[in-house]
Structure formats: C-alpha cells, structure tokens
C-alpha cells in the first residue's frame, strides 16, 4: 500500500514515466533507489523553471531514496544539443568550474544535503582514451541519432551537426551507467537522451533504468521556456523584492501552471486553480499570493509579505526601493575614458549581454536616475556613473560606484 501511495505521489505532475510498472516494480523491492539528475553548469544561476525537476527529486529524497546529482562539467564543454538549432559554442573548463560552485549553493536550497550524492562526470569520462570513446561511439548508429527530433529537423533543414554533438546523448547515457541509476530525470526536452541511456545499461547488464520527465516551464513572456538568456526567467537566488516583482508581470493564464509547478502546497493550489477557473478569485489575488508564497519558499516564511509590501512603496507609490544594491564599475571595461551603458548593465547583472542591453536601451527600458537612454549605442564616463542609479524595467535596480 505504501509504495502504491508513494507511486501516486512521483507521478504527479510527470509528463513521461517509462515505465509506470517498472517503477512501481522497484518501489515494491524495499530498497533505496538511486535517482540521477544530471546537471550542465552553462549559466551561474538556477531559475524556476530548472527548479520544477529539482523538486521533484526532492520528493523522492523524503521518500528515502538516494539522489545521484550528477554535475557534468566535462559534458558542459561540449555542449548539449537537445532543443537547439544551431551548434551550442563550448564552454572553458574554468567557465565551467565558476557555474558549478554556484549552483552547488543553489541546489541546497531545494534538496536535503541528507541522501544526496554529488558526482562530477570528468571521473570517469576525463581519463577516456580514443579507444573506449570509439567503443561508446559503436554502440549506436546514424540512423537511431537522426530519430532524435532536432537533430531530424537540423539534418533536413540542412544546418550543420558536428559528430561531437552526436556523441553527447551517449556521454550522457554512461553516466547512468557509472552510477548505475534506477532512475533518471528531466525535462520533456531530455527524453530521447534518457531512453538511450537505457539502451546502454542494458548493454551492459544492468537493469534499465526509470525515466521520469517533467514539464518545461514557460517563462515571463508567455511563449518560450524559462531562460536566463531569453530574459525571461526568475531566479531561485534572485532578491525577494525582485522574485515578488517579476512574478507580478506573469500572464494570468500561467498562474494554474506555475501554482502546480512552483509551490508546494497541493491544497492551496488546488484552491486557487479552481478560484481561477471559476472566476471565485480575483488574478490579481491570485498573482499575489503566488508571488509571496514563492518568496517565502526560497527566502524563508515572512519574506513574501515584506516583498509584497516593498512593491506597493515602489509600484504605486513610485519610489525607489530602500535597499539598492550597489556594483563597482570594472576599470578595464572602461575605453578612451567611456563606457557603454549596455556594458554596465551587462556588468551589474541586469541583462545577460551587451546585445540584449542595447535592445532593451532601443525598448526605453533603461534609465539612469530617473531618466530615460534613449540611444543604444550611448557611452557615459565613470565620472558621470558614479553613485548613479540604473534602473531596467520597472523592477530592477543597481548603484554605481566607481573605484
């Protein structure tokens, strides 16, 4: 009855389970399970979205089961492929090492430091030679690579496919191997690389193991998935005036997913999606109480109503918030004694590029105490920016100060 019941709970909100009755099989033994999550440090933060597969992990820890994470800073420099269009550039091993500090602080936030294994895949796929890499490299073909849906579409569209890419899935896959997984996570995007690793299990006389997918969630724009680079994320480390902020721009009809997706309380969600449906609650009351309950999960209880407190001064009073955070201008950015203002908010942390700083400079979403940059290209001195304050958008801020 207990592992029927601890069946139901993994399920939920699963997109795929491959298969149900292997899992409830393995559930049954009585045994901890050892459940892998691999992790590439491309980015130094982890938002919502990645969040959603990390929680669930969590869930199988308080089941008393083992979470393998898996931190693959050899496979993040070559780069995964799934859901790209183009070949992702590689990433430097330090590149790789900052992140990965980083998002070790992070994960200890949503899982238990308690049934938590931490492995890095350069173990095991550092000290290959050529010989074993073509051994691995044997054990699938073209033909099975090219079922995989955006390679399909790469390869018809004619884009370009490096064999590097193609031996990705398969790096992947043995780390399952390694670790010998009962289990593995990740997003829809991630199936067909779980499912080959299954391939490869059997191969090697283990039991295949368990693929659980969850959904992708869609960020603050409401069409594409959360992205850091896309500008439309929320970071789990983001302050909680910031968090409340971003969240209160979400379109309502993401609130059922993200109440489902993002908190933890299934009564409570259940309340509100069914408020939502019914036209019972408000979408602003809504919005709200997501927002501060978020807060409160990543910032501790409290925290929402002091962030949903600060966005009232700043939003309908229209005051800057109390607590700006200040960056130090870095001298070396600095050209014939000017600086670009896309530079600085790429500096500050407002915007993941010079690019996307432009564009939101062209937008009118850029302001220097108060008043607006109007061109995209402008460049200031230190002089000027110094005890400025930068604002993008209507809920972030940062002061300048100039060493």
Do not use: C
Not at 113 to 131: A, D, K, Q, T, Y
Not at 361 to 375: H, K, L
């Amino acid at each position: 009855m207990a592992a029927s019941s601890d069946l139901d709970q993994l399920k939920a909100g699963a997109v795929d389970l491959v298969t149900e009755a292997e899992l409830a099989q393995r559930l049954r033994g009585g045994r901890p399970l050892r459940v892998k999550l691999g992790i590439d440090p491309t980015a130094s933060d982890i938002h919502l979205g990645f969040a959603v597969v990390l929680r669930k992990l969590r869930q199988f820890q308080d089941l008393g089961h083992t979470a393998v994470l898996i931190i693959g800073d050899f496979t993040a420099q070559v780069g995964d492929p799934s859901g790209r269009s183009a070949t992702r550039p590689r990433l430097t091993r330090q590149e790789v090492d900052e992140h990965a500090a980083t998002y070790l602080d992070q994960i200890r936030l949503i899982l238990s430091v308690e049934h938590l294994e931490i492995r890095r895949n350069s173990e095991w796929l550092g000290p290959m030679g050529i010989e074993e890499v073509l051994a691995l490299a044997a054990r699938t073909t073209v033909a099975r690579m090219l079922e995989r849906d955006d390679f399909a579409k790469r390869y018809a569209g004619g884009a370009p496919i490096s064999v590097m890419e193609f031996l990705y899935p398969l790096l992947q896959g043995w780390d399952s191997v390694m670790v010998e997984a009962d289990v593995e996570l990740g997003g829809t995007d991630q199936l067909w690389n779980l499912l080959l690793a299954r391939q490869l299990q059997e191969q090697e006389g283990q039991a295949p193991q368990v693929v659980l997918t969850t959904p992708l969630l869609v960020g603050l724009d409401g069409t594409q998935k959360m992205s850091k680079s896309l500008g439309n994320w929320v970071g789990i480390t983001d302050p909680p005036a910031e968090q409340f902020g971003k969240l209160m721009s979400l379109p309502d009809e993401l609130m059922p997913e993200y109440f489902t997706y993002t908190t933890d309380d299934p009564v409570t969600t259940a309340r509100f999606v069914e408020g939502l449906r019914d036209g019972s609650i408000p979408p602003v009351v809504a919005k709200r109480a997501l927002a501060a309950t978020v807060v409160d999960l990543y910032h501790g209880a409290g925290s929402g109503a002091a962030a949903e407190a600060e966005f009232d001064r700043v939003f309908k009073a229209h005051e800057q918030p109390d607590d700006v955070p200040e960056h130090v201008l870095e001298p070396s950015e600095v050209r014939a004694g000017e600086i670009h203002v896309a530079n600085v908010l790429r500096q500050a942390g407002l915007v993941a590029s010079n690019k996307e700083g432009r564009r939101l400079i062209a937008q009118g979403g850029v302001r220097i105490d108060g008043e607006v940059v109007e061109d995209a290209d402008a460049a200031v001195t230190p002089a000027d920016l110094d005890g400025a304050t930068l604002q993008v958008g209507r809920r972030r801020w940062v002061r300048i100060r100039v060493v």
